[in-house]
């Protein structure tokens, strides 16, 4: 969905590479890969360390959340928290389930090339605002090791 959404962009907007950039940090699947080089906004980074990757994740603009359908039934990936904590928009490309409702209205969310492409391009135009996620810290990776320590500690007790 998000290379065929990026190539109705990149037909419609001739200078699409003078003002929009779209980076991918870590592991491409191979076709992808291939199908994402062909267009002439797309930088591939690669690995890199955590420190670099949130280097790049606060210099961007709107940030993307991929789950297929299976994960999105119950997964809330943990770069979900970094993505929250950095305040930076972020477009959610999933199926229904525990992401999009965690995320709610905090979120840009599409589901067809032709709205991922809506999305981006009114994220371009500024026509979109998000709302700050609330709390955020309580997300923090400190925080919810001392819910958990708490937890089990209760289900000792009993």
Do not use: Q
């Not at 998000?2 to 991918?24: D, G, H, M």
């Amino acid at each position: 969905m998000i290379i065929e959404a990026l190539k109705i962009l990149n037909e419609k907007y001739k200078n699409l590479r003078e003002i929009f950039s779209f980076k991918v940090i870590g592991y491409v699947i191979d076709e992808y890969l291939k199908n994402l080089s062909v267009l002439p906004f797309f930088h591939y980074e690669g690995y890199l360390s955590r420190k670099e990757a949130i280097k790049i994740m606060l210099k961007s603009h709107l940030l993307l959340l991929i789950l297929t359908d299976e994960e999105s039934r119950f997964a809330i990936p943990g770069k979900t928290f970094n993505y929250l904590r950095s305040g930076i928009p972020i477009l959610l490309v999933s199926g229904e389930g525990s992401l999009k409702e965690f995320l709610g209205d905090y979120a840009i969310y599409a589901n067809t090339p032709l709205k991922i492409a809506e999305k981006i391009e009114m994220m371009m135009n500024n026509k979109i605002k998000i709302k700050k996620f609330p709390n955020v810290e309580e997300y923090e990776w400190e925080n919810i090791g001392e819910k958990y320590r708490r937890l089990i500690m209760e289900c000792v007790k009993s």
